[in-house]
Structures are given as structure tokens and as C-alpha cells.
């Protein structure tokens, strides 16, 4: 059956530190991949995609994630964290253009210290 | 454009009744998928409406029903609420094909006394 991982519960780092979380997949095919990030009483904001092509994807407030095939992997990064990224991450597969179904990891809960 | 709204925000209901939920997706958008989440389960699937059509549906008893307008807004339905059914619901939309990017509401947050 197909499965996210995010392995870390919660991650503690120092504003102006620098950031990766884990993101580990089960599919037998090339999935379509997303990092969603949900602050406290709010919906989910897409950070960043993965479709296919440019395996280091670019996303907005700074981050980027890179997909690794031979690891199942996809970790997001960003180089210096700032009080306002805390928040709770989400890694999400899209199993294939005709089911819409998202498979959702358990989130990662980031906290900044200052 | 405006975002993908839901109503209510909040409610509280009784173990026992049913409760309805809404969602009005962006403009232009046909796709209306909704999720639960919970604090043990994490986010769930639900199901999925596209043209008035339920495509896909998550692993969720039949209390748990939806349907979608022509006008691509949705509604979903839970009955004989149960204390688990307390979660906050999600809904989400996108323009067609599954795999495309889903863009969030703000969920509504549900609580079953």
C-alpha cells in the first residue's frame, strides 16, 4: 500500500539556522509529490511540487526540495529559518492523474527557537 | 481570485445528529476533494467531486456522504455523528485532473459532545 513517512515528530531550530525535513515514500510508480505547510486554526498552503523534469523544485518562502528516486526521499530545506516559519509540515503524494486522492505524511512540527 | 471558502467555521453538535458542511470552490475550479483530520489519524481523504460526479472516495463509513452543484460548490454530510467524527474538515479544489495542484480552505472545525 502506498505510505508517507516524515520520520521527525517534531524539529527544534534556531532562527537564522538551517532547516531539512524527511520525506520518505512507498510507490511502485513515480509519484506526484507536495510539501504543505498549516499554521495554527489554518488550512494547508502549498509550499512546493513535484510533477516531473528538474528533480530540485523551488518553492515560495524560500524553500526547495529535492526529489531522490533511488531514496524515495523528497526533504525540504531552507537555508535560514525565521520566527514565522514555525508551523506544522505536511508531505503529501498524488498517486496519478486520474485519482486525486492525496496520501498524507503525519507532519512535522517545526519550533524556532530564538 | 478568492480562495476556497468554508462554512461554518466552527460547530458543535451532539452525539447522535447529523451536521452538514460547505464548500465553495475557487472560481473556475471543477475538482472538490475533501479530508479529515485529526490529531491520531492525521489527514484522511475523504472523496472526491468532479462535474457533479463523486470520483474517488477515501476509506470512511456511508454516514459520510457528499455531493457536489452544478455550480461546482460542495457539501458533505455526516450522519449519526460519533465523539470520532470531531475533527477539523478540509476542503480543497483544483481546476480538472487528479495530481494538480489542490488549494485549501480554511477547514471547518467540528466537535461531538
Known amino acids: 500500500a502506498q505510505s508517507v513517512t516524515q520520520p521527525d515528530i517534531h524539529i527544534t531550530v534556531s532562527e537564522g539556522a538551517s532547516l531539512e525535513l524527511r520525506c520518505n515514500y512507498s510507490y511502485g510508480a513515480t509519484p506526484y509529490l507536495f510539501w504543505y505547510v498549516q499554521s495554527p486554526g489554518q488550512g494547508l498552503q502549498l509550499l512546493l511540487k513535484y510533477f516531473s523534469g528538474d528533480t530540485l523544485v523551488q518553492g515560495i518562502k524560500g524553500f526547495e526540495a529535492e526529489f531522490k528516486r533511488s531514496q524515495s526521499s523528497f526533504n525540504l530545506r531552507k537555508p535560514s529559518v525565521h520566527w514565522s516559519d514555525a508551523a506544522e509540515y505536511f508531505c503529501a503524494v498524488g498517486l496519478s492523474a486520474s485519482n486525486y486522492q492525496l496520501i498524507w505524511g503525519a507532519g512535522t512540527k517545526l519550533i524556532i527557537k530564538p | 481570485k478568492a480562495g476556497v471558502t468554508q462554512t461554518p467555521r466552527y460547530l458543535i453538535k451532539t452525539r447522535g445528529q447529523q451536521v452538514t458542511l460547505s464548500c465553495s470552490p475557487i472560481?473556475?475550479?471543477?475538482?472538490v476533494s475533501w479530508y479529515q483530520q485529526t490529531p491520531g489519524q492525521g489527514l484522511q481523504f475523504l472523496f472526491e467531486?468532479?462535474?457533479?460526479?463523486?470520483?474517488n472516495k477515501g476509506n470512511f463509513p456511508g454516514r459520510f456522504s457528499g455531493r457536489q452543484f452544478s455550480n461546482s460548490r460542495s457539501e458533505m454530510n455526516v450522519s449519526t455523528l460519533e465523539l470520532g467524527d470531531s475533527a477539523l474538515y478540509l476542503c480543497a479544489s483544483s481546476f480538472s485532473q487528479g495530481g494538480e495542484t489542490q488549494y485549501f480552505g480554511p477547514g471547518t472545525r467540528l466537535l461531538v459532545l
Open positions: 467531486y468532479f462535474s457533479e460526479t463523486q470520483r
Open positions: 472560481s473556475g475550479h471543477r475538482s
